[in-house]
């Protein structure tokens, strides 16, 4: 989660380098930013950040992030999905960057949208098949924690507490459901 | 659906216009277009479309597309997510413009992971308090169907035609889940 989440103000056509001007473009609704020689529309659209929740007999993995924001607190891995992957392979994808661990992905658990800051955060369930883990260069440290000895007041993210209780919650009762929420700013 | 799903190539550098260089920066694992003068990095991300299955008394609304890609063929209403918008008010907003139809969204119920064009398909479930709906500019017709007579060789996308074909599933069944698929190159 480390690329900055605000709409950018762009002022040159990347594509041909031209001025842009701010504007509706014909038959769309909203202001977009249009090159005043080539045409080219920069469409800025919200951002996915995929992540896991990944248990070992009971245990649940968490990353202490090495880099801002929310430097020293806890994390699930999670990161911005890329180009060319699937939701679930990001979420792997982003165990193995983080936390050193070989995720099998289960299913799709929460989502949260965060309007403000134009991202969804959508986690997964998964377990490791081995204890096997080690902090990559974003993290400082990667544990797996007894629910009980979870960090709540250090961890990173209202998305990670809030999907990190609902994953306790639906433990307890035998079913793990699909939810989701929108974050509004604090 | 009318932005190019394709990732771009940069030349230029939006914010300052000087010559962007396509390398991986550096604590980074991806190539991405770097501005040689001011390294502004132009992050490229999959994007989101959303959309839903909007009942009315056991009928379900599509709206036959005025534009490319797929015109004229039958389509749940969707489109890209916008900043600032959660995933539901987004689906919601596809509604109104593209059917002219006021929606209640329900509850999530199906993701469509379509790498190979870098998209993220997300329908939700939604009824029409009123059956009232009109085609929107991007829309040539707007009908509510009875499920015996969906178009079923007219649909416009692969993921509206499996959204389609599990919701009717489920609502034999009597519950609704949530799906997700990866779709991969035909």
């Known amino acids: ?14 594509i041909c380098g031209a001025s842009a001007d701010f504007l509706t473009p014909e038959g769309d609704s909203l202001p977009r930013h249009v090159c005043s020689r080539c045409g080219h529309i920069n469409y800025q659209n919200p951002r996915l950040v995929v992540g896991c ?12 992030r090495a880099i801002e924001p929310r430097y020293g607190f806890w994390t699930l891995p999670a990161g ?16 193995i960057e983080e936390a050193g661990a070989i995720v099998e992905i289960d299913a799709a658990f929460a989502m949260y949208s965060i309007a403000h800051i134009h991202q969804v955060h959508l986690f997964y369930r998964g377990h490791l098949p081995k ?9 400082l440290a990667v544990e797996l924690f007894e629910p009980a000895d979870i960090p709540w007041n250090e961890l990173a993210f ?14 307890k009762s035998g079913h793990f459901g699909f ?8």
Do not use: W
Not at 80 to 95: D, K, L, P, S, Y
């Open 80 to 95: 911005f999905m890329e180009n060319g992957e699937t939701t679930a392979q990001g979420a792997a994808r982003e165990t």
């Open 131 to 139: 204890p096997i883990y080690a902090a990559g260069i974003e993290s």
């Open 53 to 64: 929740v990944a248990e070992y007999e009971g245990r649940i993995l968490l990353c202490r």
């Open 179 to 186: 939810h989701e929420a929108e974050l509004p700013p604090i």
């Open 1 to 14: 989660m480390s690329q900055n989440p605000d709409a950018l103000t762009i002022s040159f056509c990347p």
């Open 158 to 171: 209202r998305s990670v507490k809030l999907c990190l209780e609902r994953y306790l919650e639906d433990k």
